[in-house]
């Protein structure tokens, strides 16, 4: 491990190792660039960056959709004390609504990006009434288009450690996002504790298909490996949502010891797997495969296990941490190569300042949870009550932390600062957890955030998307995630106000789940009618009450009786009427698995998540290579309409 107080540094003490990291683009796809290379590009790209007027101590938005040229663009900007802020291009107008809202914040960002993505940028501004703010970003935007050379190097900053490295803003589509200030010498006290505890060295060989706007993808599993001089390997996130099986391939092929996914990941690829066999791959080298950035499901992480044993891969590999972006990412990791442990709770007896239940493993009423290790170095970590006073072993409270490693705020956003630190210095999380015989685990949350695919979403982010359907006001519509009993991951599901029959229920559920999947790209599992939506004295929802009543089976007879009703909504099933229908039909029915589907039905109303939509994006492309761009699907989202829109593009 190079000594180093700074990325600058880190950057060129690495310069003349033999190391570097390996692009995987597609199954035989594969860019390897040299730790000199690297070095090189970025002053390159600096140069250009400082012509256009960036200068230290500016915000530069990085908004790309490949790995190669983010990593690129985010030295470039480190090296010249120009400040990162990395943005999810994504496919919705929820990723377009963010940046414009991240762009206002910052004031006057710099931003690296496609001249495409940046167009459809400018036109949903226009569209929705920001075209100033995309015009002031179009006049300081450095287009990837434009790079025809590298060869001449920019002016280097020296950095001190207390600079700012980077900023990651949090999720945020209809509120303000906030942006976790990261130092220099906070993402070094990340490295080294996390280093000092898994042991990271040269000879590690390490694989992610995390995007790197998230902490795990851009600290995790490139600046962590890099301070290591680990042998890195990325592969796009599309790449591993549109074939998840490649990532277990590539791990084989290359010999990785260390890959990460959340459970999102994991119930992706054994979906997809199904009953094929896994003689053929080798995963014998992998030690670690971190599993976090969502609620872990020990169920999950076993099922995983035991259809990759015949792989040979290792059941101590397994390794639960927890972490978040506030912390630089690791706050506690359990010991390397030891067995999962977990403990079965009562869920009844999960509030804060209880001492935790233990129940045998089945119990009726039992949460089965999992040690996450503990405080890593230069990080610490403390249970408190809800006046922030410390609480006692095996009593379930607030968990909060501090150490070198702990952000000292958000970006110019004094009343977040205020709600996130207790008076005596420690960082709220907004988890509850608990701490067993010395062991973290983690129980629930204080603040409401909703996991779905890996991804953190705020309820009321959601709630204010649906509020915008005729006849639902503030309060009428509550958003939550949801995992039923027997489930591996959270569902979102919609709960609405709703005093009349489930007939005239059903149109205003559709148009929810509609108006939700277009906006987000995200699957309401289930839209439920509520008579009552309870609150507290003071106004305040309790999504909890609504989500046990759910899980408890309190809505199941409304919900049998809306499916029927729903099923029974439509107009006469219509067939394709020429063969581009056909074809566009049976790639729809292939991914919507045997779920009612005419050729006038809206995607969106039939619940196209995200990955609904790639794969029939990647099925699409391979009958009709080139033709239809993702976002297209957006634009004409039944099979009908895509197919005219496909017949005038295939005749010019």
């Known amino acids: 491990m190079p000594i180093a107080t700074t990325l600058t540094e880190l950057l060129e003490a690495n310069r003349a190792f033999p190391g570097g990291i390996t692009y995987l683009e597609g199954e035989h796809d594969a860019r390897p660039v040299s730790f000199e290379e690297l070095h090189e590009r970025a002053l390159g790209i600096l140069y250009h960056l400082q012509r256009l007027g960036a200068r230290r101590g500016d915000k530069l938005i990085l908004f790309l959709g490949s790995n190669e040229q983010f990593i690129d663009a985010f030295w470039a900007a480190v090296v010249g004390g120009i400040i990162p ?15 414009l809202r991240i762009a206002r914040r910052l004031g006057e960002p710099f931003i690296y990006t496609e001249r495409r993505a940046l167009e459809r940028v400018a036109a949903f501004a226009t569209e929705t009434g920001q075209g100033e703010t995309a015009e002031r970003l179009r006049a300081r935007a450095f287009m990837v288009d434009d790079l025809a050379d590298v060869a001449r190097a920019g002016k280097v900053h020296a950095a001190r450690p207390e600079d700012v490295a980077f900023i990651q803003f949090s999720s945020g589509s209809t509120s303000e996002p906030k942006g976790v200030v990261l130092t220099h010498a906070n993402i070094l006290a990340n490295a080294r504790g996390a280093t000092e505890v898994s042991g990271f060295n040269e000879r590690d060989v390490s694989l992610s298909w995390m995007p790197l706007t998230h902490d795990m993808g851009l600290i995790g599993f490139h600046l962590v490996m890099f301070l290591n001089r680990v042998r890195a390997h990325l592969m796009p996130t599309e790449l591993f ?26 119930k992706h690829c054994l979906k997809v797997l199904g009953e094929r066999s896994v003689d053929a791959l080798d995963l014998s080298s992998v030690r670690l495969i971190f599993n976090g950035a969502e609620p872990i499901s020990v169920e999950l992480c076993n099922q995983f296990l035991d259809r990759m044993a015949p792989a040979r891969l290792s059941r101590t590999a397994m390794y639960p941490v927890y972490g978040l972006a506030e912390a630089s990412l690791a706050v506690s990791f359990p010991p390397p190569g ?29 949460i089965e949870l999992v040690s996450e290790g503990k405080a890593i170095p230069y990080c610490s970590v403390r249970i408190a009550d809800d006046t922030d006073r410390p609480l006692p072993q095996e009593h379930v409270g607030h968990l909060q932390i501090r150490g070198a490693n702990v952000t000292q705020g958000y970006y110019e956003n004094p009343a977040a600062n205020a709600e996130a630190f207790t008076a005596d210095g420690w960082l709220r999380t907004g988890d509850l957890a608990v701490v067993h015989q010395g062991d973290l685990y983690v129980t629930g949350r204080a603040k409401e955030i909703i996991f779905v695919n890996g991804q953190n979403y705020y309820p009321h982010d959601l709630e204010s998307i649906v509020q915008r359907i005729e006849g639902l006001e503030l309060g009428k519509v509550v958003a939550s995630g949801v995992r039923p009993s027997g489930e591996d991951v959270e569902q979102l599901v919609l709960f609405v106000l709703h005093r009349g029959d489930l007939e005239s229920f059903v149109p205003l559920a559709i148009a929810a789940a509609r108006l939700l999947n277009e906006q987000t790209g995200l699957e309401v599992a289930a839209a439920v009618p509520v008579k009552r939506i309870p609150k507290t004295t003071s106004g305040k ?8 009543n759910y899980v408890n089976g309190d809505f199941a007879a409304e919900l049998t009786r809306l499916a029927a009703l729903r099923a029974a909504h439509g107009a006469p099933l219509v067939g394709a ?57 957006f634009d004409y989202p039944t099979i009908a309409e895509l197919a005219r829109h496909l017949e005038g593009k295939l005749a010019a």
């Open 241 to 266: 949502i549109r074939r998840p099986l490649l990532w277990l391939e590539f791990a084989s092929r290359i010999r990785a010891t260390i890959l990460s996914s959340p459970n999102f990941g994991y």
């Open 577 to 633: 009427r020429n063969a581009i229908e056909a074809k566009l039909k049976a790639i729809c029915d292939a991914a919507f698995g045997g779920k009612r589907l005419d050729v006038n039905d809206n995607l969106f109303e039939l619940g196209a998540s995200s990955l609904k939509l790639i794969e029939i994006h990647e099925r699409i492309d391979r009958e009709y290579p080139g033709k239809i761009d993702l976002t297209e699907l």
């Open 541 to 548: 929802i309790q999504r909890h009450l609504l989500e046990e």
């Open 338 to 366: 030891a067995p999962m442990r977990t403990l079965v709770a009562d869920r009844h007896h999960l509030a804060v300042g209880e001492p935790i239940q233990r129940l045998e493993a089945g119990a009726r009423d039992g």
């Open 85 to 99: 802020v990395p943005v999810a291009p994504g496919i919705s107008d929820e990723h377009r609504q963010k940046l």
